[in-house]
């Protein structure tokens, strides 16, 4: 059996369910890294976060790169908040229903990070971005 995020497989995540936090999140957010570095991690009103930025050259791959994204939300009904503009995505995911990260929101992180590059796409660190 694979131990990557990537094959993972979301589940529907209700109230009850606990956030990660602690030594659980800390061996998620090695794990993540190892195998799709660059995401970052922060809190907001008491919850974590994750998010990345990925580069284009142009809006029109840019908006490809979301539309592959959406198929795989939808596949694993676990759906991310995306900001677009030209040239650049910024996925950002976590776990409303527990307003923070559970297993999915790295499941659905590492399958993003797998979308296949079609040699247009430029993957860039966690820039700042005036929206």
Not at 51 to 62: E, L, Y
Not at 106 to 111: E, G, P, Q, R, T
Request: glycine share 10%; with cysteine; net charge negative.
């Amino acid at each position: 059996m694979s131990s990557l995020l990537s094959d993972g497989k979301c589940v529907p995540c209700e109230g009850g369910v606990k956030p990660l936090k602690g030594k659980e999140l800390e061996a998620m957010l090695a794990k993540l890294d190892k195998e799709a570095p660059d995401w970052e991690y922060w809190e907001t009103n008491g919850g974590g976060h994750l998010g990345k930025t990925f580069r284009f050259p142009d809006f029109k791959t840019a908006l490809a790169f979301v539309d592959k994204i959406g198929a795989i939300a939808e596949a694993e009904n676990h759906h991310p908040a995306i900001q677009l503009r030209w040239g650049w995505v910024r996925i950002i995911t976590w776990t409303l229903s527990i307003n923070g990260l559970s297993e999915n929101d790295f499941f659905l992180a590492a399958k993003i990070d797998q979308i296949e590059d079609s040699g247009e796409m430029k993957r860039s660190k966690n820039e700042e971005l005036n929206f």
